[in-house]
Structures are given as structure tokens and as C-alpha cells.
């Protein structure tokens, strides 16, 4: 009875005509620049993204992995910043006002680089010509002068103050405790200590008293020197200063006019040039203290000084032509922040702004910066961070979790930095519906989601894209170029990939895989171009590694070691279609299913379920067949039954609802002891109105029941049962679309579970439902009468 619902031949597989190109080979076509195939809605979103520059425009690009998502976000972030202005160089310098907050400058790109060596080249310079004015005859005649006047002045002064001592008697002599007044007598002998104790009382007290009046004055007096040094040494100051300032100041004013149109770095040249006069006792002996001294110990010497003219360039953008573009692939704290480094120096860490290093944000500023959030989310403090440089649109840099620790190992705080940068994220859906839901502040931060499709529509415009995108993987590769027939196998290959004879799939990284190994395969054989048979020999070959388990299971039903029936009928058994997922590779096995009933009031028993074995899809399932079941035949009467349901020899968990169609019509067979044909294999969901529904791995099923059969015997009545919905979901191998031609296998189409209990009893559905129903009274009347026996005898 199954004829009417047998599939037409063209059904079983959409292929691809090579007449449909026009070409020889892929070498005649023009390589597929930027874009990327069939996918319209995310390209567009896209570009909405990068066309909007308010804040919180940033692109989440979702989609599943090897759908090009990565190559196009560099592809279309390059096109775009080739029409930007190229950043800003970014530069820490020394804050002469406050050393703990180094100070951040943007200047135009290029300059950074010119800063750095300039600023090099100049104190070098310094350190060799300032020292040679302090070694000139013109330094030392003015010194002398200076000095020379000092000298005189105090010397005068101390002869004047000894001069009126002597006239009381008294001089100063020279001891461990300074210079102090001591008596003389008549001849300007000083009077021994000997001398002064035989002296009466009166006497000795006249002379402490005149001692200690002299020594106040002798007080004043070394304090006029000291201020008359004082201002000796403020004129010898500003002599040196101004005569380093014949060196420096044609420099400086160099350097000023060749920076004169930036205001940031005049102003920072202003404060060298104060600083450097303020310090010039560190530029008078250039650089011959410190050769004398072990690296080592020179730890505070006037080279650790020096660092404060240095110019630390973080970020270098002269090269560039347009904005940057930063693809991080290790998004860690430090890589995206960057960070302070110290080094370790006499047991403790010493750092200054030169040790200051940029992170990708920094890199990327002006342009756009490309994440994985997946690598990003398990990177300590990385997110949270982003959001709020985000937020702030500036970037500070500190050491992770500087604010944690009890005792910082840093004392720098550098300035903030202002940033201008578009994030593109690239991640899977449900990350995104997470952020969505449980990030405030990821909403308002990306507001743009470009979804990628995992398949695109099998248009002749796409496979046209599709032959230029192998053209350009040939030339990229240099990898022999496609013919027409090799192009429409891999097309076919696509359409199987998506599981949609009208699709094609979006997952490129196992087309590529395809196109490397049928290349491989086509230098073996020698062949100037990669032919049909190529690509062909490449699938199996794919197959073929990673089919063991497959085999091994294949091997234990030939054994019998797993019972599988593909001949005769039975009683409440039937044959299952299941798929089984290997990392890439899945393939379809039968299961076989076995009900049995009896009278009782427990309605469906799953063993699976009982077992704790069962998924709750496949629960779900066997609750809605149960209810088929109750609107079918329990109208009139109690459903008066117990049916157990097993998947026989399962050892792992069963899920899904693909064997709905299969576990009704075997309960159908036990209550009703009529045979079910075990030849035939059947799959697909099922509603309470009886509806079949689509299931997923159609190929795979049929394909793996149809294998069980070769390797028993194919006896030209065997095949395999599917909802209608899935015939444009077949992209059969060529060696069962053959069979089917040949009437060797069959394959049916069924919209209701009427329709598959025609084909798996061999007989009309009404027959099946009055017989079951006829049993399920028959039932329900010993049921009712033993009830009522029981009753009596109690």
C-alpha cells in the first residue's frame, strides 16, 4: 500500500548543473574581493554600524563559527579606515610639576618618533657642551671674580672683628667646637688655662662675661658672611646660568620652531629648559662620575636623572595610511590596557613613565579594535574595564587590580587619555542574549547586532559568488584552479552541509577544508586542475576519518551483536532512525524500539524515562502520543491500559521527539498483535492530532538504515519513512539516489501518522484504528468486570 507515498527520483537530491557557469575553470573568473556571500542582513547592519559615530555604536557581529564572521570584520574595518584620518602619535612625558602623574601628549603622527630622537639628541648634547663652559677660561675668570669679591669682603670683615677683640683683650682661635673668642694678655699671648684658674674670681667672671658678649657678636658676624656667601653664591648661580644658556637656549629655540605649531610640545620644551637650568650641577661634570662605577651601583646616580628628558612613544603611528585596525586575539588586562613595568633593583622594584607599555585600546585608537567576547569574558577584569573606557571614552593605565592591593607596587599614575575607538565583538547568539539580559550597560554600548546566517539561499547569483570565492582561495593558496563539474560538487557538498537542497552553507571553514584536500588530492593524481572525482575522493576521505564509531557500530549489527531486523514483520517491535554527533561528524544508526501492553490503569510506561535515561524532549513526546492515543480511542470508554516502551540495547541518554511516529505505531502493534514490516525504518515527530512534524539528520538516518541493509542484504523492498516537510532537506550520496532509481531501496513521504500506519502494517489505517479499538473495548470490559468481581468479594 505504500506505492502512493513513494518519493519522485528528482527529489532525492538538488543538483548542481555545471552548465549553469560559464567558465573553464576558476582561473577565468575574477577572484571575490570584500564582501562576503549571502549575507545581506549582516552586512547591512554592519555597515549602519560603521557609517554612525555616536557613542555606544559599537558592532556585536553573532553567528556561528566559520561563517566568515572574523575575515569580514578585518576585511570591512580596513576598507572603512582607509578613508580616515590617520591618528594621533601618543607619548608620555615627565610632569616636571608633579612626577607622579607622568603627562600625557597627542601630537600629529610622525612626531612622536622625531620628539624622541630630538629630545635624545639634545640632552646628549647638553651633557657634552655644558660641561665644557664650566671648564672655560671665561667660567673661571667670572667665578673668580665672584668668589674673589666674597673672599675679600669676608676677609675684611674678620679682620675688623679680630681688630676690635684685640682692643678688649680677647682673639679668635680655631678649636673642635669652632672658631671661638679666647683672652690674650698685654704682649697678645693667649692666656693657657693654667694662667686663667689663678686669676681672683672677679677677674675670671669679667672675662666670661667680655667672652660671651664677643662670642654673640662673633655670631653675627659668620651670619653676615654667610648671607654675603649666600649672594655670592646666587650671582656665581645666575653667572652659570646664564652662560648655559648660550648653549641651551639656541637648542631649545630650535627645537621650539621646529614644533611651533604645536602648542603641547612648546609648552613641554619651556619646562625643560626651566628644569634643566634649575639642575645644571648635574650636567657640569658630564658623564665621567659614573663611568668610574659599576653599573650596578649606580642605582640614584645622575644617569637614573637623565630619564626625566626621555620620551616615552607608546604608540607609533607614521606608518599608517589611514585609521588602525587591531585584531586582538589574547585579550588579556594587560594586552588590551596595557601596563606599568618595574624592575628590580637592591631587593625592591623601581619603575618611572619610560616603563610605562601600551595595550591594544591605546593601538587602536582612532580606528577599530576586533574581539572575540569569548576570549574576552575569561580574561580577569578585561570587560569591565572596556565598558568603562568605553563609558568615559578615556583610558588610564594601571596595573590590574591596583586597586586591590593593600600596598601598591606602583607610585605612578599616569594621565588619562582621551579615546576614540569602535568596538567590533564577534561571539555566538547566546552570548549576546546573556549580555542583553543581564548587562545593563551592554546595551547602551552595542547598540549594533549583525547576525550571520549559518546557510544563504542556493541563487544562481550565490553560486556564481560561490565559484569566484574558490577562485580566490586558488590564487590566495596557490592551489590549482576548479573546473565547472568540481565547482558543483562542492555546491552540492554546501547544500548537504546546510541540510536545504534551495541553501547553502555559511560555514566556509569546512568548505575550505574541501577545497584544500581535493587540491591535494588532484597534485597526486597529477591532474592540472581539481576535477568532480577529486572533490568526491576528498568527502570520502573526510568521512573516512572520522567514521569509527560509526563503523564499529556498523560492525556489531553485522555481528549481531546489536539486533537489527531489515526482513519480515513483527509484533510490537519497529526500526528507529537515530543520529549520532562525533565532533564534525554525525551519521544515523536504527534503533530498535519494542512496546508492549497490557490490561491496567497506568497508561504509557517509558522505560527510557524510568531508567532516568530520557531526555525532556523524548518525555514531552511520549506525553503527546499518549494523547493521540486518549482522543483516538478513549472517547467512549476508560483507556484501560499499560504499555511499556524501550529503545532496545541503549546504554546512553535518548533525546528528541524524531521517534514519536515510530513508538505509537509499535504500541498500535502490541494492543492490536498485527506485524509491523521490519524492513521498513521510519522517523518523525508527531502532534496530539496525529500531524507529522520535521525532524533533523534526514540524510544521516536514511543513509545509516540504508548501510544496515547493504551489509545484510538488500532485498528490493527495504527503505525508509519521513514527514514530507523534510524531502527539501534530501541531499542523498549518489550511491542511494542510484539505489532508489534502481528500486533496490524506497523512500516514503508521510503528513499524518495515518499514512505511516498504512505503510508499516501493509494495510489501510482504518482497519488498524478499528481493530485497536475493538481490542481496547474488549479490554476495557474484563477490565470493568474484574473491578466489579473485586468489589464484590470485598
Known amino acids: 500500500m505504500g506505492n502512493n507515498y513513494k518519493i519522485n527520483n528528482e527529489q532525492l537530491k538538488c543538483c548542481c548543473n555545471p552548465e549553469n557557469f560559464d567558465f573553464e575553470s576558476t582561473a577565468d573568473l575574477e577572484p571575490f574581493q570584500d564582501g562576503i556571500i549571502g549575507q545581506k542582513r549582516a552586512v547591512d547592519a554592519i555597515e549602519t554600524g560603521m557609517r554612525i559615530n555616536q557613542n555606544g555604536y559599537n558592532i556585536y557581529i553573532s553567528g556561528m563559527a566559520g561563517s566568515g564572521r572574523s575575515t569580514y570584520a578585518k576585511t570591512i574595518a580596513k576598507k572603512k579606515a582607509e578613508n580616515k584620518k590617520v591618528p594621533d602619535d601618543l607619548c608620555y612625558v615627565f610632569n616636571f610639576d608633579n612626577p607622579e602623574k607622568p603627562q600625557a601628549l597627542k601630537i600629529p603622527n610622525g612626531t612622536g618618533i622625531r620628539l624622541e630622537s630630538d629630545m635624545e639628541n639634545f640632552i646628549k648634547d647638553l651633557k657634552e657642551e655644558i660641561p665644557e663652559v664650566f671648564q672655560s677660561d671665561e667660567y673661571d675668570e667670572a667665578r673668580n671674580k665672584i668668589m674673589g669679591k666674597y673672599q675679600e669682603r669676608s676677609n675684611q670683615i674678620m679682620e675688623e672683628f679680630d681688630q676690635e677683640i684685640n682692643e678688649e683683650g680677647f682673639t679668635l682661635q680655631n678649636t673642635a667646637r669652632g672658631t671661638v673668642p679666647v683672652p690674650i694678655d698685654e704682649k697678645g699671648n693667649i692666656i693657657k688655662q693654667e694662667e686663667f684658674q689663678k686669676f681672683d674670681e672677679e677677674r675670671k667672671s669679667k672675662l666670661r662675661e667680655k667672652s660671651q658678649k664677643i662670642q654673640n657678636e662673633l655670631e653675627k658676624m659668620m651670619r653676615k658672611i654667610r648671607d654675603i656667601k649666600s649672594k655670592a653664591q646666587d650671582k656665581l648661580k645666575e653667572m652659570e646660568k646664564k652662560l648655559s644658556l648660550n648653549v641651551i637656549d639656541p637648542r631649545i629655540d630650535r627645537l621650539k620652531n621646529k614644533y611651533d605649531d604645536i602648542k603641547e610640545i612648546v609648552q613641554y620644551l619651556e619646562k625643560v629648559k626651566y628644569d634643566i637650568t634649575q639642575n645644571l650641577d648635574k650636567f657640569k661634570d658630564g658623564d665621567d662620575d659614573s663611568n668610574n662605577i659599576p653599573k650596578i651601583f649606580q642605582q640614584g646616580d645622575d644617569e637614573s636623572f637623565f630619564i626625566r628628558y626621555k620620551v616615552n612613544l607608546m604608540v607609533d603611528n607614521r606608518e599608517l595610511k589611514g585609521a588602525p585596525v587591531i585584531f586582538e ?257 554525525s551519521f544515523g544508526k536504527p534503533s530498535k524500539i519494542t512496546a508492549q501492553t497490557y490490561i491496567g490503569q497506568d497508561g504509557i510506561i517509558n522505560i527510557e524515562r524510568e531508567a532516568e535515561m530520557s531526555g525532556k524532549i523524548h518525555n514531552k513526546a511520549v506525553l503527546i502520543f499518549s494523547g493521540y492515543l486518549g482522543n483516538k480511542y478513549a472517547q467512549d470508554i476508560p483507556l484501560s491500559l499499560n504499555a511499556s516502551l524501550a529503545f532496545e540495547q541503549s546504554y546512553g541518554g535518548i533525546e528528541g521527539d524524531s521517534a514519536t511516529a515510530a513508538e505509537l505505531i509499535a504500541i498500535l502493534s502490541s494492543i492490536a498483535s498485527l506485524p509491523i514490516r521490519q524492513e521498513i525504518a521510519i522517523t518523525g515527530s508527531m502532534n496530539q492530532k496525529g500531524m507529522i512534524q520535521p525532524i533533523g539528520g534526514v540524510n544521516e538516518k536514511i543513509e545509516g538504515f540504508y548501510k544496515v541493509c547493504k551489509n545484510k542484504g538488500l532485498n528490493n523492498k527495504q527503505g525508509v519513512v519521513v514527514p514530507k516537510q523534510n524531502i527539501d532537506n534530501l541531499m542523498l550520496n549518489d550511491e542511494i539516489v542510484q539505489a532508489v532509481k534502481d528500486e533496490k531501496f524506497h523512500i516514503y513521504e508521510v503528513k499524518e501518522i495515518d499514512q505511516a500506519i498504512e505503510i508499516m502494517f501493509d494495510r489501510s489505517a482504518n482497519k488498524v484504528h478499528q481493530k485497536v479499538k475493538d481490542i481496547m473495548e474488549e479490554k476495557a470490559k474484563k477490565a470493568a468486570d474484574f473491578k466489579s468481581k473485586k468489589d464484590k468479594e470485598d
Request: proline share 3%; aromatic share 10%; hydrophobic share 35%.
Open 329 to 585: 586575539h589574547n585579550p588579556t588586562y594587560y594586552n588590551l590596557f596595557g601596563k606599568i613595568e618595574a624592575k628590580s633593583q637592591f631587593g625592591t622594584l623601581k619603575t618611572d613613565f619610560t616603563m610605562i607599555r601600551s595595550g591594544a585600546v591605546h593601538q587602536a585608537s582612532g580606528g577599530y579594535l576586533i574581539l572575540k567576547i569569548e576570549d574576552l569574558l575569561t580574561k580577569p577584569f578585561a570587560w569591565e574595564t572596556l565598558k568603562r573606557i568605553l563609558i568615559n571614552k578615556e583610558i588610564v593605565v594601571e596595573n590590574i587590580g591596583e586597586q586591590y592591593r593593600t600596598i601598591p607596587i606602583s607610585g605612578l599614575k599616569p594621565g588619562g587619555i582621551p579615546v576614540d575607538i569602535k568596538i567590533i565583538l564577534i561571539g555566538n547568539p547566546y552570548i549576546y542574549q546573556l549580555l542583553y539580559r543581564y548587562d545593563e550597560e551592554f546595551k547602551k554600548l552595542f547598540k549594533i547586532r549583525a547576525d550571520f546566517d549559518y546557510e544563504m539561499k542556493r541563487s544562481q547569483e550565490n553560486m556564481d559568488s560561490f565559484a569566484s570565492f574558490i577562485c580566490s582561495i586558488c590564487n590566495k593558496e596557490d592551489l590549482n584552479h576548479f573546473t565547472p563539474k568540481a565547482v558543483s560538487k562542492v555546491i552540492e557538498y554546501s547544500s548537504r552541509i546546510s541540510e536545504d537542497k534551495e541553501k547553502m552553507t555559511a560555514r566556509f571553514n569546512q568548505i575550505l577544508e574541501i577545497i584544500y584536500e581535493a587540491n591535494s588530492i588532484a597534485e597526486v593524481n597529477n591532474h592540472q586542475l581539481v576535477k568532480k572525482d577529486d572533490v568526491k575522493k576528498a568527502i570520502l576521505e573526510k568521512i573516512k576519518r572520522s567514521n569509527l564509531v560509526e563503523e564499529k557500530i556498523q560492525e556489531n549489527i553485522d555481528k549481531e551483536h546489536i539486533l537489527i531486523d531489515v526482513e519480515g514483520e513483527k509484533v510490537g517491535q519497529i526500526n528507529g532512525l537515530s543520529v549520532y554527533q562525533t565532533g564534525q561528524y
